[in-house]
């Protein structure tokens, strides 16, 4: 007798799809690994239910920067949620992004920045502001430069 997993059913048949599906509600645009490590699931596991739930149209998938960002499509979902959600993960991403340039170069202008990542000037200078604000940069002697974890301001 041939079992036929994953098929048939609404794609939330199963209590661990169950929970992928409401922690992407909770948290869209979530890439795989934090999915498997805060829902305590094996890698294994997370791909063949992520599959399921694609394949019955609850979830789609987007690459960007490396990484696949999972979004809910059900009744469920919101679809400005998701785009927020979206922007959020992009503006996160970029600031790592800024934060690694800043730390292998040892510092750097705007202007720098922008051609090492290949983005206008103004999207850095944006992202530089808000990570300043945040403690992780330092502005000094007319360059930026990323603060070491053990600094204080």
Known sequence: ???????????????????????????????????????????????????????????????????????????????????????HWNYRDLRLRILFVLRRTGGGRPGEIARLLGISRQLVGYHLARLKEMGLVDWEKGRYRARTGGETH
Do not use: C, W
């Not at 599959?51 to 499509?73: D, F, H, M, Q």
């Open 1 to 87: 007798m041939m079992v036929n997993r994953g098929m048939g059913g609404d794609g939330l048949d199963h209590p661990t799809r169950r929970r992928i599906y409401r922690h992407l509600l909770m948290l869209p645009g979530d890439h795989f690994r934090s999915i498997a490590r805060l829902l305590k699931l094996g890698h294994g596991t997370v791909i063949h239910h992520i599959e399921v739930l694609t394949r019955a149209g609850l979830i789609a998938s987007e690459s960007a920067n490396g990484r696949v960002r999972y979004y809910p499509k059900g009744v469920d979902s919101e679809s400005e949620r998701n785009q927020l959600f979206t922007k």
